[in-house]
């Protein structure tokens, strides 16, 4: 969209020199969010040298871009007078970033307002709002590559709790603009007073918490007043911020990352909702996460089993919802799969696309084995059959043994597929690759909703290098245990008992991690491979 730049006239008021800059048009722009309180909107002087505007950079006043001069706090929409915004970071950021991309222009959108604390930029809040339909509107210019970030004066005495809160802030921007791994870099705050250490050491630990962040160090700036950084401060962290992201924009250029998508426990009946369970509901929880998982650049979305509560006819509904997906996706049978007539039972794995129940395939150096926990059950087959036969006497062994997992809707993997499984374990492990699993059931905590045999499962393959996740459903209210060969055990929260408009996950895999970004409830998580 091309989109004029007018001709206008610097307040004389603002600055002491008058520009007229003439009318051109911009698209394609590489925009930047400044956000935060004072010291991004700018207290510092803006002096003599710092008064034309930044060559190819331009200003977002929420209707047309301006070729960005000082002040750049100019147009927010929640700032406070004109007269207190001055100098921002944002210059040297700019500045720095057009000279390490001279063939790309760029956009500034600056919404910051002093005085303020994180609360007030949280979710749901005015200045989140704002920023996020201003964001919205110059991305019609361009692309939103970034976002940088300098608050937390207002917040020194709650300093445990702000790690927290700006990890939210930043899963919440990235999910409102429809950005996974947006770059997002956060300033400490200047060390000219005690107790604003505490807020800074924990910034230190923002890279190492949330991916794709990084922190511009405060060390060697002044302020003129304790707490205002100073012109030549103000440059300098502004440089810091752009050093930060470029270093963030790099480090995306060289991964050979891939991302999936997770569901889990849809679990859709035409019936009334019982307790938690909005087995209707469900399916307007998965029409608002299908937008979500198409932002996404996805290789496949898989869904951890229970695409139906009941009856073989309730799998069309799901299913063509599922079809919005521009992904393929991998089903996982669970239990309530099988709430089926006994004649219905063999049709359900054709019917889901998985027809045997398990198999796996690589991406990279990844292979995804696709476990059925349904394959020795009772609900899964019909009765007299040798599955059902079979899960009668696993049953009947560990309920002997006083364990908590014998109930009729957990099951086990047979000794062909177990033996499968350890095959593929061992093959990625003589080759170097990593083995992530997905099935129906946990193998681990014991907690009572955890696979018949997760025992013999954990001694045939939980000991190898190569097998670093399990990724389960059945359990609604999730859960996430590590055991003791580094192993991660992660069950997705049950879309059926959704509390939030959209569930789900993104799972990006790295080379030595997997970044899980939550979508609605869903946490985020980092699970590095042992």
């Not at 307790?275 to 996460?289: A, C, D, H, S």
């Not at 089926?340 to 359900?348: A, E, G, R, T």
């Not at 690589?362 to 036969?389: K, L, R």
Request: charged residues 25%; contains cysteine; glycine residues 8%.
């Amino acid at each position: 969209m091309f989109v004029l730049i007018k001709k206008f006239l610097l307040l004389v008021l603002l600055l002491p020199t008058t520009f007229f800059l003439q009318a051109q048009e911009i698209d394609s722009l590489d925009i930047y969010l400044a956000i935060g309180q004072s010291n991004m909107a700018g207290r510092a002087d803006i002096l003599a040298d710092l008064e034309a505007p930044v060559e190819s950079v331009y200003l977002f006043t929420g209707k047309e871009w301006l070729p960005a001069a000082n002040p750049l706090n100019l147009y927010s929409t929640v700032r406070k007078v004109v007269s207190m915004q001055r100098l921002s970071p944002a210059y040297g950021f700019a500045r720095k970033m057009q000279n390490y991309n001279q063939d790309r222009k760029i956009g500034l959108v600056v919404n910051a307002k002093g005085g303020s604390v994180i609360d007030e930029w949280l979710p749901g809040t005015l200045f989140f709002s704002e920023i996020i339909d201003r964001a919205r509107l110059a991305a019609e210019s361009g692309k939103i590559k970034g976002i940088i970030w300098h608050q937390g004066e207002g917040d020194v005495k709650e300093a445990d709790q702000y790690l927290g809160k700006i990890s939210h802030l930043i899963t919440a921007l990235r999910d409102s603009l429809q950005l996974p791994g947006l770059p997002f870099v956060a300033g400490q705050l200047s060390n000219d007073k005690s107790n604003r250490k505490a807020l800074n050491d924990t910034l230190l630990n923002l890279p190492k918490v949330v991916p794709f962040t990084g922190l511009a160090l405060s060390f060697g700036t002044t302020t003129f007043d304790s707490t205002h950084f100073d012109s030549p401060s103000q440059v300098l962290l502004g440089e810091r911020y752009a050093d930060q992201m470029i270093q963030l924009m790099e480090e995306k250029k060289k991964r050979k990352s891939f991302s999936f998508g997770v569901l889990s426990d849809i679990q859709y009946a035409d019936v009334e909702t019982v307790g938690k369970r909005n087995y209707r509901g469900t399916l307007e929880t998965l029409r608002r996460t299908i937008p979500y998982l198409n932002a996404y650049d996805l290789k496949f979305t898989v869904h951890l089993g229970d695409l139906i509560d009941r009856d073989f006819e309730s799998f069309e509904a799901p299913l063509s919802i599922l079809e919005e997906s521009n992904a393929p996706v991998h089903y996982v049978w669970g239990n309530h799969d099988f709430s089926v007539l006994d004649s219905l039972k063999q049709k359900v794995g054709n019917k889901i696309g998985n027809e045997k129940g398990y198999h796996s395939f690589e991406i990279g150096d990844v292979v995804f084995m696709m476990v059925n926990g349904m394959d020795i059950s009772v609900g899964g087959h019909q009765e007299g059959s040798t599955q059902h036969d079979e899960a009668l006497k696993m049953m009947q062994i560990l309920e002997a043994e006083g364990a908590n997992n014998v109930k009729p809707w957990n099951g086990g993997v047979g000794k062909e597929q177990l033996e499968w499984m350890e095959a593929v374990v061992n093959k990625a492990e003589e080759e170097g690759k990593r083995v992530v699993a997905f099935c129906h059931y946990p193998l681990l905590p014991e907690n009572g909703l955890h696979l018949l045999n997760h025992k013999e499962v954990l001694e045939s393959i939980g000991n190898s290098p190569a097998m670093v996740a399990w990724l389960s459903g059945h359990h609604h209210a999730g859960n996430y245990y590590m055991d003791e060969n580094g192993m991660h055990h992660l069950t997705f929260l049950g879309m059926v008992e959704a509390e939030s408009p959209a569930l789900g996950a993104i799972v990006t895999v790295e080379k030595d991690k997997l970044i899980i970004h939550g979508i609605g409830d869903e946490e985020d998580r980092i699970l590095n491979f042992r």
